[in-house]
């Protein structure tokens, strides 16, 4: 078995031969704007899209500043647009990190750069977010890729990378092919650990055992880190309870994982993490939209199409739910004019 990736694991100093390929990132967040700048010092084109005016102002006139436990860099696009749409080049690949949100169309949004031989990445999180564009795009190799790395935002154009930062990529639904092994080649290049699995599939369920747990406890927890969720007996019960229960649906759907290694494993190197807010807990201090489906409504669904109890999951689910319900203006009583003590008064 592999030995866990350290937090502190030195990047490498060689570089990547620059091949002069271009890669267009849409959704350049915290994610999105350091695999890109990773990719940039590894020899691609890479440009970006951004759809928040101040992202796009930061980063077209100062690009990425980037703060990084294995050495901070500065980067600047090749070229930053607001639409993909305004991409004026032939993109080799496309690398989606985007939010998994069920109202936002992934196909839809980056169809105006897809080519003939367009490579499509999915940098996401969750279940089930390749088969709209994989029918959308049956002739191009779709690679789905996750990221297991604590890295913020700061301000528009700044992030913060706390620690780890490896990848995982496989080709939808199964396999993988050369551009696959390409990719993973320029990533590892430039410092970042990058497995290139048969199955990824399955790791995606790998992945869903820590995020199904500390991302939804965090906000629900009233903004707590990963060091306040740790430090608190019966939340690490709960949270062990959670991946449990992932566990066994992951096995349902013919993905066998080792319950117990799994749990330990992540408890493990969550422990020895530096405190952080998970990305689910940014969104929602910040008002952005959360990705309740994708982690936990698809978990929910695929445990009552098994008959598979998961109380602790559809709790989480229930009050993530409800924490995150749109919200009406309060009402506000207005003192009926013709009463003195300023009191409203029905009508009949």
Not at 119 to 131: D, H, K, R, S, T
Not at 299 to 316: E, K, M, N, S, W
């Amino acid at each position: 078995m592999k030995e866990p990736e350290s937090k502190n694991t030195p990047p490498k100093t060689h570089s990547f031969p620059p091949t002069g390929s271009k890669i267009l990132v849409v959704g350049a967040g915290a994610i999105g704007g350091f695999y890109a700048g990773k990719l940039a010092q590894a020899g691609a084109q890479v440009s970006t899209v951004h759809h928040a005016q101040a992202d796009y102002e930061a980063v077209r006139q100062n690009g990425f500043h980037v703060e990084s436990i294995h050495g901070d860099f500065h980067y600047h696009p090749f070229s930053v647009h607001r639409e993909v749409s305004e991409y004026p080049f032939f993109a080799d690949t496309i690398l989606v990190a985007v939010k998994a949100l069920p109202n936002l169309d992934v196909a839809e949004l980056i169809r105006p750069a897809v080519k003939e031989n367009s490579v499509i990445v999915l940098l996401q999180n969750g279940l089930g977010i390749e088969e709209k564009v994989a029918h959308a795009f049956p002739n191009n190799p779709l690679i789905s890729g996750l990221a297991f790395i604590c890295v913020s935002r700061l301000s528009p154009g700044f992030l913060r990378h706390l620690c780890y930062g490896r990848l995982s990529l496989g080709l939808y639904p199964q396999g993988t092919d050369a551009a696959i092994q390409e990719l993973a080649n320029r990533f590892e290049s430039v410092g970042i650990p990058c497995a290139v699995c048969d199955n990824i599939v399955a790791e995606r369920w790998k992945k869903l055992v820590w995020n199904a747990a500390f991302n939804p406890i965090s906000v629900l927890g009233h903004g707590a880190t990963t060091r306040d969720m740790m430090g608190t007996p019966t939340v690490r019960a709960l949270i062990e309870n959670v991946m449990r229960e992932v566990c066994r649906l992951a096995n349902a759907e013919g993905h066998s994982l080792d319950e117990n290694a799994i749990v330990n494993k992540n408890m493990t190197e969550t422990d020895r993490m530096e405190s952080y807010k998970t990305s689910m807990l940014l969104d929602f201090q910040s008002g952005r939209s959360l990705e309740v489906e994708a982690i936990l409504g698809t978990a929910t669904q695929i445990a009552r199409r098994h008959g598979i109890p998961t109380p602790c999951l559809d709790t989480l689910y229930a009050l993530l739910k409800l924490a995150t319900r749109p919200t009406k203006p309060e009402q506000i009583h207005l003192p009926n004019p013709g009463s003195a003590t300023g009191q409203s008064s029905a009508q009949p």
